[in-house]
């Protein structure tokens, strides 16, 4: 057990599926798995185990932004003995070619947070995804034609910027969009020589200032959850 995650070591998947929000972590489990129980329950963080088409998976949410996701990562990937974590999660557009639901690979995160600096002194501000398991995942994409969009996010410290400055962005770093997390968990798998991806579903724009309800958020991005999972 650690600080932060209750589970027994034997508990816990060696491939874990990772929402921010705690209750899309609850909908997956209900929804997807079979003989699924929960592991986690530590300051509401809730984590299940179950199988998925006779694949163990565990699915457990992250929280927001990159300390708290920092925290769960490095916990799982370090003491619990997990191989791979692939985030689920939400991102708002920079570029008014996404539409609302639309899923993003990410392939590299930008971020100007000094996270992994303070981590472990890594001054790069772009960090990679796991290249082979991209390649799992575009494969499982294109077998489950489900369309994907490849491309660099904004992993940010701040969700409220006075100054936001998308379109520099966007034009400099061609980042599609932003969200909080996946810059710390690239890094944490860089560090601890395991494998991490991120798939991301549009909920807003910055652009056209479209967005989705929390509650769409939390059940409604069944394309993303599903390719997690077959990709298993």
Do not use: W
Not at 61 to 83: A, R
């Amino acid at each position: 057990m650690t600080p932060h995650i209750e589970a027994k070591k034997e508990d816990v998947a060696a491939t874990v599926i990772m929402p921010g929000d705690p209750l899309r972590a609850k909908f997956i489990a209900e929804t997807y798995l079979d003989d699924y129980k929960l592991i986690n329950n530590v300051r509401g963080m809730l984590g299940y185990t179950g199988t998925y088409k006779g694949k163990r998976v565990s699915v457990m949410g992250s929280g927001m932004g990159m300390p708290s996701i920092g925290i769960y990562s490095y916990e799982l990937f370090k003491f619990y003995d997990v191989d791979t974590i692939i985030r689920v999660g939400s991102c708002g557009a920079y570029t008014n070619q996404l539409d609302l639901y639309d899923l993003i690979l990410v392939t590299s995160s930008y971020s100007e947070s000094n996270y992994a600096y303070k981590q472990s002194g890594n001054a790069d501000h772009i960090l990679y995804s796991d290249s082979e398991l991209n390649k799992i995942i575009k494969k499982t994409a294109n077998e489950k034609n489900i369309k994907i969009i490849e491309g660099v996010i904004h992993s940010s410290d701040v969700f409220y910027a006075e100054d936001n400055n998308y379109q520099e962005l966007y034009d400099k770093y061609h980042c599609l969009g932003v969200e909080m997390e996946s810059f710390a968990l690239f890094h944490n798998a860089k560090q601890l020589n395991k494998q991490a991806a991120c798939l991301l579903t549009v909920s807003d724009s910055l652009v056209t200032k479209e967005m989705t309800s929390s509650e769409e958020r939390q059940s409604s991005f069944t394309s993303m959850i599903e390719l997690a999972l077959e990709s298993l």
